[in-house]
């Protein structure tokens, strides 16, 4: 089962500007081939349908643990888009949509992705960048345990390639500290991965990390998080269970040559993680609602009722 917290794995920045454009562009790194979608369904159904559990430990939890790791990155990515897409937050809800014959939101119909704003209000969507939809063809759950292990470097090492690609093309700090961050933690996956190969296999893997050859230091967005050590750092993502993975991630294990130095370590439980950003009403644009009076007393009354 899955624990939800009511936080971020990290706090984002706001965005200085509306940018639904920057937005499309890192809808790519949730509904693309490589995005956060595809990792947390590829790892969700690998450790759903994995075969003898209980003797292949290590493993199991390696996989289960990302697992839940991804689905904050999917939580993470989403909140990204709906704050480019919302812009700065103005910290108050109009009280009425005003006059909505003027064409408010003529802007949008020009933006990359219009039914962004037309089905969801600026909200995210597992879609790429093209607005394609993410679907169940990217994930790849074999049973077998070393080909499946193999598909999920792969797919951290194309996802890494996406992510600098998409870095590269946003200027906005919300967007690049998704970037930054999404990479801190895509390497320890990819490294995690090779590292489990090179138990089964005797191959060392991890010498062809970092794939695409960049190291995280050309990166600003994440030096923080190496400073930290993030890079060295795998999160049990529950109170008590799959620390058996410290066989694999751990042991005298070392990060990789071009990161700060350090040793790798399992961390039980999770990030401290950073609050929600917390994104206003826009009447005119029927969230929560053209006239959200009511809709705010109603949940006013109801909290007070929950304390």
Known sequence: MFLRVDKLQIELPAPKRQDPNAGAALQELLGGKYGEMSTLGNYMFQSFNFRSK?????????????????????????????????????????????DISGAPFEDMKDIRLAGGFFSHAGGAVPVNSNGASWNNDFITTTGNVVADLLHNFHLECGARLHKLRVYETLTDPTGREVCGYLLVRGSVHAHAYALALKQITGVAIEKMLPTPNINLDKIPEAQKYLAEGSHCRLYTFSPKDYQEMSGIWGNGELALAGDPPGELEVVEGMPEGGKIHQLGGVPSAFTPDYAPEELFEVAQKLTKKAR
Do not use: C, Q, W
């Not at 290590?58 to 897409?85: K, Q, R």
């Open 54 to 98: 209980a003797k292949l430990r290590p493993f199991y939890s390696l996989v289960a643990a990302i697992t839940a790791e991804e689905l904050g990155h999917v939580e993470l990515v989403s909140n990204g888009v709906a704050m480019l897409n919302n812009g700065p937050d103005t910290g108050a809800d109009e009280e009425d949509g005003g």
